[in-house]
């Protein structure tokens, strides 16, 4: 099993910058991949980024040139850099781990609130 815990969500103004971290325990050599996706009231979940363990990365259009997804393998962690925030923006952010065992892994979720 893998467990995942987020950090870094809070509240900031437009065009400010916020940096989420991801760190997973537990069966870590099972992972294929890790990213973000984010849900905001009434509206579906979205895929943000996500990062394979061959180094691949993809972005959501509406975040390309703003986000970045990082790893620290060292550290078992995956960072989501956010930049230039907007209103728009604003949604629980949730990490996931693909896996190669029977189920992938959410992590418990994160706000992210941006507002002046």
């Known amino acids: 099993q893998v467990h995942l815990v987020e950090s870094g969500g809070g509240l900031v103004q437009p065009g400010g910058s916020l940096r989420l971290s991801c760190a997973a325990s537990?069966?870590?050599?099972?992972?294929?991949?890790m990213g973000w996706y984010r849900q905001a009231p009434g509206k579906q979940r979205e895929l943000v980024a996500v990062a394979t363990s061959r180094g691949s990365t993809n972005y959501a259009d509406s975040v390309k040139g703003r986000f970045t997804i990082s790893s620290d393998n060292l550290k078992n962690t995956v960072y989501l850099q956010m930049n230039s925030l907007k209103p728009e923006d604003t949604a629980v952010y949730y990490c996931y781990a693909d896996t190669t065992l029977t189920r992938n892994y959410w992590g418990q979720g994160t706000q992210v609130t941006v507002s002046s």
């Open positions: 537990g069966s870590i050599a099972s992972i294929s991949a």
